[in-house]
Every structure is written in C-alpha cells, then in structure tokens.
C-alpha cells in the first residue's frame, strides 16, 4: 500500500521569505501522480500544484515550485516570496497511475500548517 | 460557474443515529468522491461515484454508502454512528477524463459531531 509522510507537523516564516515543506513517499508503482494542496480555515482544498511521475521536470507555478527526487521519493514544496494568504494547512499526496477503483483516488499526509509572520 | 457545495456545513448527532450529507458538484462534472478529515489528520478516501455508480471503496465499512443522482449531486449516508464517525466530511468532484490530472475541486465540508 502507498504511504505519504509529512514529518513537519508546524512550520513558520516571515513574509516575503522562502519555506520549503517536506514530503515523502512509499510505493512501488512506477506511474503516479503527486500533488500540494492547500487547507485554509475556510476548510476548502485548493489544489497548488501536481507532479506526474514520469516527467522529470520539477513543476512551477508562480511563487510555488517543487523538488521531485523519484529515487529518493521525496516532494518539497517550496514557497517563494511568502505571503499572509498563504498561511494554511498544506497536504501532500499520491495517486495511482492507474484510474478505476480505489486506485484512482488520493492518499494524503497528516499535513503541515504554515504560519505566515507580518 | 458553480463550485462544489456541501450541506449541511456543521451538524450533531447522537451515538447510532443515522446521517445524510449531501454535495452538489461543480458544474459539468460527472464524478464525485467523498473523504473523511478526523481532527489533525489528512483526508482519507471514503469512495467515488461515477454514473450513479460506486466506483471505488476506501477502508470503510458498510455502513458507511452513497449514492449519485443524474444531475451527479451525492449523499453520503452513514448508519449506526459511532463517536469515531466525529470528522469533516469532503466531497470533491472531477470530470473522470480529467480524472488523471488529480484536478479534485473540494467542498468546504459538513462537520459531522458525534455525542
């Protein structure tokens, strides 16, 4: 079975720096998806950025960018330039490659809630 | 365009009641999953519906079933409640061929309180 692991249960930073969350995972599938999401108080998840296994091209999307070590199966994210609406609870997670069943759905980390200091 | 919306937003029961959460999924999607956030922890996958049928199960038990509407609006219905049953329920919805993307829209989620 897939594990994701987020051994950071709290982090911090001061706005306009730069905070990197960590993330692990186990599997043994060699075609997957990975994903951050975003948990404000507002409870909805907002997807932040995604990483298809096979590309080995680290995604970006604006002030957020990710380090993907597939050997390693670790799955940073990394905010640039951090700003107060940042501040939430931040999940990784998997999914399989394969879409159908149970399969198809995410598995997620216990999180790790990011506090934004003025 | 509509987002997915989830009702009720917070609600409490008493231990073996049963309960319906319902979700509305955004505009133009066609499948719905449902997860289950307990205090501190990450969502785990309850199950997905696609076509008005279940399409994949999490580690929960039976009394634990939904269903999916035409319009692909939901219900999660849960029998018999058990104190652990307290949580906030998601309900995230995606066009299945899109499905591989991993673009789930959420809802903000009933907050289920179990006495």
């Not at chain 1, 700003?83 to 879409?99: E, H, K, N």
């Not at chain 2, 049928?53 to 038990?61: L, M, T, V």
């Not at chain 2, 939904?66 to 849960?78: H, K």
């Amino acid at each position: 079975a897939q594990t994701v692991t987020q051994s950071q249960p709290e982090m911090s930073v001061q706005e306009a720096e730069t905070v990197t969350l960590s993330c692990t995972y186990d599997t043994s599938e060699s075609d997957y998806y990975l994903f951050w999401y975003k948990q404000p108080p507002s409870r909805q998840m907002i997807l932040v950025i995604r990483q298809e296994a096979y590309k080995q091209q680290n995604a970006t999307e604006n002030r957020f960018s990710v380090n993907f070590q597939k050997a390693a199966k670790s799955f940073s994210l990394k905010i640039s330039d951090s700003q107060l609406g940042d501040a939430a609870m931040y999940f990784c997670a998997y999914r399989s490659g394969q879409w159908g069943g149970s399969q198809g759905n995410l598995i997620f980390g216990k999180g790790t809630k990011l506090s934004v200091k003025p | 365009e509509t987002g997915v919306t989830q009702s009720p937003t917070h609600l409490i029961k008493t231990r073996g009641q049963q309960v319906t959460l319902r979700c509305s999924s955004q505009s133009g999607h066609n499948t719905v999953s449902w997860y289950q956030q307990a205090l501190g922890q990450g969502p785990q996958f309850i199950f997905q519906y696609y076509r008005e049928e279940e399409n994949g199960r999490g580690n929960f038990p039976p009394r634990f079933s939904g269903l999916q509407f035409p319009n692909y609006s939901s219900e999660l219905n849960v029998n018999a409640l058990e104190l652990d049953d307290s949580a906030l329920y998601l309900c995230a919805s995606s066009l299945r061929l899109a499905a591989n993307t991993g673009e789930l829209f959420f809802g903000e989620g009933s907050r289920l309180t179990v006495l």
